[in-house]
Structure formats: structure tokens, C-alpha cells
């Protein structure tokens, strides 16, 4: 079986010359052959550049908090059938999304006869104008793996202190969606990251 680890753990080994880094514990909830979970300790190399400061052990759960400073509702729009946000790290520029969420994957070990869902309903984030609205985070990823006919969950890895990149897509009005970002560190300050969906320069 081919596993497919989330990005900040694959960049560990791509470091040198990144002046120096440090290395994080994350730890590890997966399935247990369906006795359970179990759980272990990792340890990620992130780019000292990187580094979020933490006295705690994570995961470190995140509110994000959309703020509409326009004069036209904002709708944040879904991704597919997960979240309304994609999650990049820092450790590896930014490049990749996190894998915060599968749709329709069963906990591994997969079986042969995979799970038959119906569509996802996802409705768009509605942020008036002057308001605010609350999307979460748990602050964890997903690492997946392939096993007989389905992609099933491996394990969920608690996101290390370190610096993070929110992206969402924004539609106002009659105009066009646009993208926008808000970079965040880990554990958030008061576990809250503020995110302004009002145009872009208010």
C-alpha cells in the first residue's frame, strides 16, 4: 500500500540550506485494525524561519473569523466538499495545500467494498456587511493511504506551532470571486485567526 503523507511531514528532508531548523513532536491518532485508535509521536523538521513559539503540546484548534469591512455581503464559497478554507505551511514555501479533509474515506485498513455516499451539501459562509462569522479548525491533518478499492484515513497528525497560510475563495455582490489569504501562526493568539473578506486595500 502506498501511503500519502501530508506536506509538512514530506519536507523534512528538504531543509539544508534553509539556515537552520529545528525539529517539533506531533502526535498521532490512527486507526487501530478496528480495535480502536492508537497513537504515536513523530518528529517534523521545520525551517527555524518557521517556527511558531508554544509552551503546549498541540493540536492547537483555530477559530477562523471572517470580517466583512465592504458595503456588499460576502459569501465565502466551499471547496469542494470540505471546508471553505485550504491550509499551506510554511515548512515547504506554501506550496501544497494540507490535507485537513477526505471526502467519503473510511478509516484504513480499507475494505474492498468501498463506502457509497451520497452529494455533499455544502453551503457557502455568508458574511454581512460590518458582521462576523465562525469557521473552525481543529488544527490537525489527514494522512491517507491506498488499500483494495478505496483510499481510506490513516491517521490525524495535530498541526505543529509553526506558521500557516489560510486561503479562501470570496464572491461580493454581482462581482467577480476573488482569492484571498491571511497568514497565521500556531496556537493562534486566543485560538482565533481574524480574516477580513472585505475588498481588497479597505
Known amino acids: ?19 537552520g531548523s529545528t525539529e517539533v513532536s506531533a502526535t498521532s491518532t490512527g486507526a487501530g485494525g478496528g480495535s480502536g485508535t492508537t497513537s504515536t509521536t513523530s518528529t517534523t523538521t521545520v525551517p527555524v ?5 508554544s509552551q503546549v503540546a498541540g493540536p492547537y484548534a483555530a477559530v477562523f473569523r471572517f470580517t466583512n ?24 514555501g506554501y506550496a501544497a495545500p494540507l490535507t485537513t479533509y477526505v471526502d467519503c ?19 457557502p459562509v455568508t458574511v454581512d456587511v460590518g ?5 473552525d479548525w481543529a488544527g490537525t491533518v489527514l494522512t491517507t493511504e491506498h488499500g ?17 497560510r489560510a486561503k479562501v ?7 467577480a470571486t ?9 496556537p493562534a493568539k486566543d485560538g482565533v485567526v481574524m480574516f477580513d473578506v472585505g475588498p481588497k486595500g479597505l
Open 105 to 123: 474515506a473510511p478509516a484504513c485498513p480499507a475494505t474492498e467494498v468501498c463506502p457509497q455516499c451520497g452529494a455533499c451539501s455544502n453551503d
Open 178 to 186: 476573488e482569492e484571498r489569504t491571511v497568514d497565521f501562526e500556531l
Open 1 to 19: 500500500m502506498t501511503q500519502t503523507l501530508i506536506a509538512w511531514i514530506a519536507i523534512a528532508s528538504v531543509l539544508a540550506g534553509c539556515g
Open 169 to 175: 475563495t470570496v464572491h461580493r455582490g454581482a462581482g
Open 148 to 164: 483494495g478499492a478505496c483510499t481510506c484515513v490513516r491517521s490525524t497528525l495535530a498541526a505543529p506551532a509553526a506558521k500557516y
Open 49 to 53: 524561519e518557521c517556527v511558531a513559539p
Open 69 to 92: 469591512s465592504g458595503i456588499d455581503t460576502a459569501s465565502v464559497l466551499p471547496n469542494g466538499c470540505g471546508p471553505v478554507y485550504s491550509i499551506f505551511a510554511c515548512a515547504d
Open 131 to 135: 458582521k462576523t462569522a465562525d469557521v
